[in-house]
């Protein structure tokens, strides 16, 4: 077969004007299925990066016993530190944590009626991966289920912390199964805009077969319309969410650092991460069209 560029570019370019009401349409469709797919990525990635910044603040607080030595808590410390687990280990002396109590509780009545100091030392320590929580915590159990030598009481907020991480797991799979189902749509029309191209030069198709056109000849052409089709549709979708980025998440993102402190957002946060989400949308809009030119091709054009 000899590769023709002016003719396999003039033939598509003439199929789309033959056919313009239904590439519109599927340009249309694609580009706002590609623009709701993009707008849900980058609200999917602030929300991982919110739990993940919520994750990364679990950690355990060990309280100790009053009688607990000098020397056991240094050996406790040390203990902790050896842990792959763990990634700090903060000692916090009862001065410290009564002295912490009155500048969170400052004006508070509560103040007036503490006399002495009844707050406990502890150690607060923060993890490399916030899903083992639970496993450090029970490390400071004996096997009857009462705390090892000189701690008092272990917290890790364990149902806020499975909560936490059922939410990561489900949220992940939705996006996933929401994202696949919008590709899916938009594979389905490209591929419809396609099958009523091939139908209604069905004659022409003959005609070029019998007088000797290969497959390949025939196909390049759908080819060439269905990837057009995806990376304009793709493109448009890409404006429209730059325009929506610059207006209306930057907002909402600009917000969201103020009040939870996160850094690695989107648009604000990483930079590098809505070039990312751009540029993928538009591979993904050219390999939709070809993917489902071919298996409308598969269908309706013979090997």
């Given at each position: ?10 033939e ?6 033959r056919?313009?009401?239904?590439f ?22 602030d ?8 994750k990364?603040?679990?950690e355990?607080a ?6 607990a ?9 040390q ?7 763990v990634?700090?280990?903060i000692?916090?002396?009862?001065e410290?944590?009564?002295?912490k109590?009155?500048?969170d ?5 509560i ?20 899903e ?5 915590a029970?490390?400071?159990l004996?096997?009857?289920?009462t705390?090892i ?23 992940g ?5 929401i994202?696949i ?12 805009t ?7 030069r069905?004659k022409e ?7 000797g ?17 995806g ?24 917000a ?22 751009y540029?993928?949308?538009i ?20 090997v």
């Amino acid at each position: 077969m000899i590769f023709r560029p002016r003719y396999f570019f003039g033939e598509t370019f003439s199929g789309l004007r033959r056919n313009f009401l239904m590439f519109f349409t599927a340009i249309t469709t694609v580009a706002i299925t590609l623009f709701i797919v993009g707008f849900f990525l980058i609200i999917v990635y602030d929300v991982q990066a919110i739990l993940s910044s919520v994750k990364s603040q679990v950690e355990v607080a060990v309280y100790l016993k009053d009688n607990a030595t000098d020397e056991l808590k240094s050996y406790l410390e040390q203990e902790i530190k050896s842990w792959d687990e763990v990634s700090e280990v903060i000692y916090v002396s009862k001065e410290q944590a009564l002295e912490k109590f009155k500048q969170d509780n400052e004006g508070s009545d509560i103040l007036k009626e503490i006399q002495g100091n009844p707050l406990p030392a502890s150690f607060e320590i923060r993890l490399q991966s916030p899903e083992k929580v639970e496993q450090i915590a029970l490390r400071f159990l004996t096997k009857d289920g009462t705390y090892i030598d000189g701690v008092d009481e272990v917290i890790y907020g364990q149902n806020y912390v499975q909560r936490l991480f059922s939410i990561t797991a489900i949220a992940g799979s939705i996006a996933f199964l929401i994202i696949i189902m919008l590709l899916l749509a938009a594979i389905v029309l490209i591929y419809n805009t396609i099958r009523l191209s091939i139908h209604a030069r069905r004659k022409e198709i003959e005609v070029m077969k019998l007088v000797g056109a290969t497959n390949w000849f025939v196909r390049i052409p759908f080819l060439f319309e269905g990837f057009f089709e995806g990376f304009l549709g793709s493109v448009i979708s890409v404006i429209l969410l730059f325009i929506m980025s610059n207006y209306l998440l930057i907002r909402g993102e600009q917000a969201i650092i103020d009040t939870l402190k996160v850094k690695e957002l989107a648009i604000l946060g990483n930079t590098n991460v809505i070039m990312y989400i751009y540029a993928g949308i538009i591979l993904i809009g050219g390999l939709l069209g070809l993917i489902s030119s071919g298996f409308a091709l598969k269908k309706y054009i013979s090997v």
